[in-house]
Each structure stands twice: as C-alpha cells, then as structure tokens.
C-alpha cells in the first residue's frame, strides 16, 4: 500500500500535472500521451496555480472510507484556471457552495489507516 | 459476417441470494438457458462470461473455467473466456460471442454474465472502483457522488429535477411487479422516492440502483444452427462498444456520455434504423440520472429534454417508448457483471412474446449497457 501512495505524493501534494505543448492542453491527474495529439504531442511537467472554480458537487453522505469521519462531506468538479478539471474534497459548508465559485487548492490530512497505519494527505479545495 | 441469433436465455433470481454461492446462481441460469433453447450440452463451442470482480467479490479468479465446470463441460474442453469492463462487463462478453459467431469462428457459444456481491460488507466500494480509483475514489467520489454531480450539472442546465429522476424510480419499481425474478417487487410512491434520505446531493436512495447477486445467460447461434434448435431466433442486428476517458473530470462534457452516443449512432448505422424505430429499451439505470441522460444520448429525445419523456410517460410500460420493462437495475437489481447478459434475457423474451404481464408490443429493442461513469458503453439492437 505505501509505494502505490507515494509514488503519487508529488502530484497530490503539489498539484502537478500535465500540459501539451503542441495543442495547449492541461491535464490532471498526469499524462505521458496527449490525447488530441498523441504521437505528436509535447507533454510536459506542470504545477497547477492551484485557483479554478466549482462546477459541479455533491454532499455525500454515504461514501468513501476514508471520509467517514467527517460525514457529510462535499466533493465537487473543479475546473482550474489552466483548463484542467479535477474531482476533489470541498472543505466548506454544504450551504455555501455556489456553482462559479472560486476556489483555492489547501494541503490537508485525508485519512489515516486504523491506528497503526500511515495518514494520507491530500489536496483539498477551499473557497477563496 | 454472419446473422448471429439467440436461440436461448436463462435468468437467476435477482437480490440478497443469501443461500446460493456463485457457483448455485450461474448454475441456475444456464440450466435455464440450455433447456430453453433444447440442447443437451455438448453443441457449446465456447464459453464468454462477463464478471467485474469475482476475486474482490468472493475471492476466485479464473472463473469463466469454473463456470464452463460446474455446467457440466469439463469433459467437453470448450475454450471459456472471462472479460471485464466494470458494470459493462456483461455487455462485453455478449460482444466478444456475438463476433465469435458472426465471424463464423463459432457456431454455438454461450454467453453469461454472473456475480455473487453480498458475501462481502463492502459492495459498493468495488463496484466504484469502476470509476478511477486513483483519482476519484481516493479524493471521496465513489460511484453515487459521480453520478451525483452529474445530476447536478443537468438539473442547472436544463432544469431536470428531482422528482424526474423519482418518476423513473417509481416507473422501474412499478415495472419490477410483474416480474418474477426481480429483487424488488413492490411499487413505491413518488413521496417514498422524493423523502428517502440522500446517499450523494442530489440522489437519494431511491435514485441509486441496488448492487445484487444474480446470473443470466444467453446462447447465441448463426441463422443457420439457429433454425434447427428455435422457431422464434432473436436476432442481433447490431452490437457495438465505445470507450471514453476512464474519469469524468476527464470528458468533454459531464451532461453527455460520448461512448453511449458513440456506440448507439454506430449500432443504428449497422442495424440499419433510426432511433425513432426502436420500439423498447433496457438501459442501464444504475442511478437515476443515467436512464434520463441515456434517452437523450440514445437519440430518443434532444441533449436536455430526456425527462419530459419520464413527465409525459412516454417510457413507461404502456408509453410509446417503454424502456426497463424489466424493472431495470433500479428495481430487477444491479448484479454487476450480469447486468448486460440480463438486459439481452429481457429483450428476447420481449421480442418472443415470452414476457408475461410485462410484455410490450415491438419488432426491435435495445440495450445500453455502461460500466462505471461511461467509459464503457455497449449498444446492442435486437429484432425478430
């Protein structure tokens, strides 16, 4: 379980993805093909501004494990400033959240396994 | 290639099969699907069996061979083949019979979905891991939350709303009455849909679809085999599968599934018709929003305007359209990987009058069968 977390840490902690400099797409999580250009795309390392706005979410009341403690919690469709979408925890309250809303990515604790085992932590979005 | 008919189907009960191991269900159907169609067993060239996660399920893998044992065709070596595409998997597997027949590699092959759910606590949480897993599931959007913000997105562009997606929950209940094998068998009321608790804002627990234990099979034959077993062979006249980013916040437009628009706009081009020739339907209601989305992307309805076919009850039993005369997976129940082997069961006892309280009246059906979010869907179009 830990090497498949870590190998990932750069990317959940920091936003990083991808962008194509033949087509100028972003993507997010992190692509080696672009998928308009494949074969003739120039994907490179990006780190995200960490700014978008909301598009959609829900108050999820029956979810993920690792999200039980804070139950409800609200995951939405984030849409960042650079064009790339992404689908991630909203730390807010339930009534606040407006769809165009402006958002900001936070480092934050996601979960932990059992008592013992390692704590995951994530990027959250907060409103701005 | 060749005309590939169904020359038999078989059906497990669907829901909580508390005393049947994965096994006792598969068992169930093919014996109905072998007796159905009259043969003794030894006519079956091949084996393909859609299952999502048998391993995560009840821990067993290579089960398409265990399958092919406990059917009695050990002896007979036939080549068994699993395929999984998440809930599409049964789908899948229908396609990869249907070609193995109608490119004449085969001339009697069996095609099975089947899986076995309730022998562990955490269903949903593998049945999700048909979304990206890494990067939905762990930031907190298991299926219902996907599906959740993609209701939302539809409600706030076109004005869909909750009691829409409730009519289709009360159409598919009242639709699962009049089928013996199906979980629910009770009609619920618009009020019991609209006050039952959210699982994920918008949807509430009358929206999401129950995930079951249940097997279906269906044998396929080309014309000519098919004559000599069956007066009434349903034919497949299209049967196509489309991809698409594996994550929503991948796609192009989360209102829209392109593998479903892909696939069906091919699936009409080889069967030949058009949309509005499509007598009935089972579509994958795994969530409510699904079927509404699904009226548009199948080219029943405009991009927007699939609820006024639930508002005007155009899909319901005796509508112009009827679509999950089944019950659908809301109210048959969600077996998974046998979802799209059991919409092909419903379709041909449909189109072979076979269909008892429930039967419609029509020449052609379709079945959408979607795995996960959309990143797998498979059109299949049937006729007389």
């Known amino acids: 379980m830990l090497p498949k977390f870590w190998r990932k840490i750069r990317s959940r902690y920091n936003l990083i993805g991808s962008h194509c400099e033949n087509c100028g797409s972003y993507f997010y999580p992190p692509r080696n093909i672009c998928p308009k250009c494949r074969r003739k795309g120039k994907v490179r390392e990006v780190q ?48 606040e959240v407006r769809e165009g809303m402006r958002v900001k990515a936070v480092f934050r604790k996601f979960g932990e396994d059992g008592e013992d085992g390692i704590i995951y932590y994530g990027t959250k979005f907060v409103p701005v | 290639m060749r005309r590939v008919a169904i020359i038999g189907v078989g059906c497990s009960k669907f829901g909580e099969l508390w005393d049947m191991g994965f096994r006792d269900i598969v068992i169930s159907a093919g014996i ?9 067993g030894r006519e079956i060239e091949a084996v393909y069996a859609g299952n999502m996660s048998a391993g995560r399920y009840i ?36 396609r990869q019979a249907y070609m193995a027949v109608a490119s004449g590699m085969h001339d009697v092959v069996i095609a099975a979905g089947a899986e076995k759910v309730t022998d562990v606590p955490n269903a949903m949480e593998i049945l999700s891991s048909s979304a990206d897993v890494e990067w939905e599931v762990f930031n907190g959007a298991n299926l219902p ?48 849909a609209l006050n039952s608790p959210y699982v994920a804002e918008p949807l509430k627990l009358f929206d999401c679809a129950p995930i079951c ?17 069956t007066d009434t062979p349903i034919y497949i006249k299209a049967c196509t599968q489309a991809s698409d980013y594996m994550a929503l916040h991948s796609r192009r437009d989360v209102t829209t599934m392109d593998a479903v628009v892909f696939a069906s706009r091919e699936a009409y081009r080889i069967a030949k018709i058009e949309p509005k020739d499509v007598d009935f339907a089972e579509v994958h209601d795994s969530f409510t929003i699904a079927e509404i ?22 899909t319901a039993l005796d509508g112009d359209l009827p679509v999950n005369t089944s019950g659908g997976l809301k109210a048959f129940g969600h077996a998974v990987g046998a979802t799209g082997i059991r919409q ?18 029509g020449e052609i059906g379709l079945s959408l069968n979607i795995g996960g979010t959309g990143a797998t869907a498979v059109v299949t179009i049937f006729s007389r």
């Open chain 2, 213 to 229: 234990d249940g097997a279906s099979v269906v044998i396929l034959a080309s014309e000519e085999v098919a004559r000599r077993y």
């Open chain 2, 344 to 361: 092909a069961v419903e379709i041909a006892l449909q189109l072979r009058g076979d269909a008892g309280k429930r039967q419609v009246d």
């Open chain 2, 293 to 314: 989305i699904a009226y548009e992307d199948l080219g029943f309805a405009k991009k927007g305007e699939g609820a006024k076919l639930i508002r005007e009850g155009v």
């Open chain 1, 48 to 95: 995200f501004s960490g700014y978008g706005k909301v598009l959609s979410w829900s108050v999820v009341h029956d979810g993920v494990e690792n999200f039980w403690l804070s139950k409800p919690y609200i995951v939405a469709l984030i849409e960042l400033d650079e064009g790339a979408k992404i689908v991630a925890p909203l730390d807010c309250n339930p009534d």
């Open chain 2, 145 to 192: 939350a996907l599906y959740a913000m993609i209701a939302r997105m539809h409600m706030k562009r076109f004005g869909t709303k909750e009691e829409d997606l409730a009519m289709v929950s009360v159409k598919n209940h009242k639709n699962a009455t009049l089928n013996p094998k199906a979980m629910f068998r009770r009609e619920i009321s618009l009020e019991t």
């Open chain 2, 32 to 40: 109905e699907a072998l007796e159905d169609a009259g043969l003794e």
């Open chain 2, 59 to 94: 821990g067993q893998e290579h089960i398409a061979s265990l399958i092919a044992d406990y059917s009695g065709l050990a002896e007979l070596h036939v080549p068994c083949v699993r395929v999984e595409a998440g809930d599409a998997s049964g789908g899948v597997a229908l």
